[in-house]
């Protein structure tokens, strides 16, 4: 059974930089794509960055354009994302997702089948 770990979310303040990591166990990590969503308090849980199996393809949020890069490393079974110029508005809980591999990023939530429980990134003014 696939599962996902992740982590790397703390406290921090605007303009600063974050790693998150995700950790895929029980598959070969080259089956899946690999996508970082996050859910704020009272918002819809929505997809931040994906990237295919193979790391060709990505996808970002306009949001975060410029600012986040999402990279996998098969050998580890990991996934990054590198969170740079932090804002308050990024504050949210990170989620981790991964589906069967697909040519592009799909972008909606019910569309990925394997989640992590979450990591808390606060980004304070």
Request: net charge positive; glycine share 8%.
């Amino acid at each position: 059974q696939v599962q996902l770990v992740e982590f790397g979310g703390r406290l921090v303040q605007t303009g600063d930089s974050l790693r998150l990591s995700c950790v895929l166990s029980g598959r070969p990590f080259s089956v899946y794509n690999m996508a970082w969503f996050r859910q704020a308090p009272g918002k819809e849980r929505v997809i931040v960055a994906g990237i295919t199996w193979s790391g060709q393809n990505t996808y970002y949020t306009d949001s975060v354009k410029g600012r986040f890069t999402i990279s996998s490393e098969h050998a580890k079974n990991t996934v990054y994302l590198q969170m740079d110029s932090l804002k308050v508005e990024d504050t949210a809980v990170y989620y981790c997702a991964a589906r069967v591999r697909t040519t592009n990023i799909v972008t909606s939530e019910n569309l990925w089948d394997w989640w992590g429980q979450g990591t808390q990134v606060t980004v304070s003014s």
